[in-house]
């Protein structure tokens, strides 16, 4: 059980367009999910927080308008990364909070040229 | 700046052999986790040890806290080559596993 999925795995899109993640979790439901990015060979560095039906909490340094969060429902998290650009290039992995656990997602590798 | 800061940045060892894992931390936590990542993939969560355990085990993984000296360690016995991955300890100030901060990780290489 806790299987949390993202979708897609990977995705390559031009500077400018943006870029939408999808966060699920697939067998039990997750009020809280949490948004994070990591460059190659780094620690993962927490973005976000995701809360169902409310506004996400953003970390310092990141941009609320740049990376907008939306968790409409108990088991779905999106993470859309506006006007792209190659320094957003990165692997961006979410997880869900269940039984005061974070489950993971296998994670998103976004590849802005 | 990072809470936890594990040592060795690389570790590579020859199947049979134990890996010991260091990580030191800065702020006083409630929980320290460790977790273990295969290249290019998510997070797995291995183990938990709470602010009042001194040592922990789960199967051929043995976890010890000192709080004292804000460090702990992951001792993986016996490796396989299955275990090679980065490893990265986590720590909760809280305990409501929603501000985890994650170390910067250790890369294990097991040699068959």
């Known amino acids: 059980g806790a299987v949390v999925s993202q979708h897609p795995s990977w995705v390559i899109c031009k500077s400018g367009t943006s870029v939408k993640i999808e966060c699920r979790s697939l067998?039990?439901?997750?009020?809280?999910m949490f948004w994070y990015r990591q460059f190659p060979k780094q620690s993962l560095m927490l973005m976000a927080t995701?809360?169902?039906?409310?506004?996400?909490?953003?970390e310092q340094g990141v941009e609320k308008d740049k990376f907008l969060i939306n968790h409409a429902s108990l088991t779905l998290s999106t993470l859309t990364v506006t006007s792209a650009h190659p320094e957003d290039s990165s692997f961006y992995i979410c997880?869900?909070?269940?039984?005061?656990?974070?489950?993971f997602g296998p994670g998103t590798r976004l590849l802005v040229l | 700046s990072q809470q936890g800061e594990e040592d060795p940045q690389a570790l590579s060892i020859q199947e049979g052999e134990n890996a010991t894992m260091n990580c030191s931390y800065k702020?006083?936590?409630?929980?320290l986790q460790w977790y273990r990542q295969n290249s290019g993939r998510g997070l797995v969560h291995l183990i938990l040890?709470?602010?009042?355990?001194r040592e922990k085990h789960s199967g051929r993984l043995r976890v010890t806290l000192d709080t004292s000296k804000k460090s702990s360690s992951l001792l993986i016995t016996a490796s396989r080559a299955a275990d090679t991955a980065s490893y990265f300890c986590?720590?909760?100030?809280?305990?409501?596993?929603?501000?985890?901060?994650f170390g910067k990780g250790i890369t294990l290489s097991v040699r068959p």
């Open positions: 040890i709470r602010s009042n355990e």
């Open positions: 995701s809360n169902e039906g409310s506004k996400a909490t953003y």
């Open positions: 986590a720590t909760d100030p809280t305990g409501a596993n929603s501000k985890l901060t």
């Open positions: 997880s869900a909070l269940a039984r005061e656990t974070q489950y």
């Open positions: 067998d039990f439901q997750a009020t809280t």
């Open positions: 702020t006083s936590i409630n929980n």
